[in-house]
């Protein structure tokens, strides 16, 4: 896998590539806007540049962007469909600019109007984003839920709908989030769990679309249906859950992000959880460390 992080882009988008250096990532995640607000600051042609070049010089080999945790593609309310739909093609625009290929969206909400509406929502909402955009050289990665409320996306063949309901369905593909499907029922830990979890997946989707992971352990049990990240191996997937994901020989090229919440005193380093995942690393199955105890590793 290309093992990376979500890194913050305060103080510049540039800077985000220098934290991920200092982390050990070679894959990077980013917002290009302030997730939790509609507006959008315009980006210049020197930022993006100054971007590209920060991710060549600090050994960034994949990048992708998450999208505003304000749009929802699904809702069955118009207003915020179609405020939705533009902030999204806004999205898609910024990340053509800094040459990002991939764009990360949760599925969305259609409230009580159910899935079927839902899913066919989103498939309308992501053609006409496109329309909008211009058709940008970007692939939207639909991204599995842990299902809280009417969240879409907490079934794999939700993901799977909403791509065959599109007009451009080559340009759309997927992210799992391990956390989310743990907590959706999908059994990541044992060896036949894990092994049926992306077999679905592969009849749902089809595994050659699984373009990204977000690497996350769980607050919360099996089938749960509720969101909480821990840090790697500290919460109930444990070590041999990413043990065999990170040496699934299906997935060596693809780039894989942290996402959990800062470590001791709050600092925002993600360099310990990439140092166990590569502890993991040729790691023979049941090879699992005490809980706390994270292999040393020479890399930062």
Known sequence: MILGAHESVAGGLHLAAERGRHDGAEA???????????????????EAGAFAAACRAHGIRAVMAHDSYLI????????????SIAAFAEE?????????????????SPGERGERYGTGRVAAALDAAFAQAQEPPV????????????????????????RRASDHRARI???????????????????????????????????????????NDSKRPLGSRVDRHERIGRGLLGDEAFRRLVNDPRFASVPAVLETPP??????????????????????????RPRGAPRTSSRA
């Open 139 to 162: 692939t939207v990665l639909l991204e599995n839920t842990a299902g809280q409320g009417h969240q879409l996306g907490h079934r794999f063949e939700h993901l799977g709908a909403i």
């Open 92 to 108: 898609l625009r910024r990340c053509a600019l800094l040459r990002v290929p991939f764009l990360v969206t949760h599925p969305g």
């Open 28 to 46: 990077l995640q980013i917002f290009t806007k302030n997730a939790s607000q509609w507006r959008a600051r315009a980006l210049g042609a020197d």
């Open 72 to 83: 929802n593609l699904a809702s069955p309310d118009p207003a915020l469909w179609r405020r």
């Open 263 to 288: 470590g001791p005193g709050g600092r925002p380093s993600f360099a310990a959880g990439l140092r166990r995942l590569r502890g993991l690393l040729g790691a023979a199955a049941g090879g699992r």
């Open 173 to 215: 593909a997927a992210c799992l989030d391990t956390q989310h499907a743990f907590a959706a029922g999908y059994d990541l830990v044992t060896a036949a769990g894990y092994a049926a979890t992306f077999a679905a997946f592969d009849r749902a989707v089809g595994l050659e679309r699984l373009r990204a992971f977000h690497l």
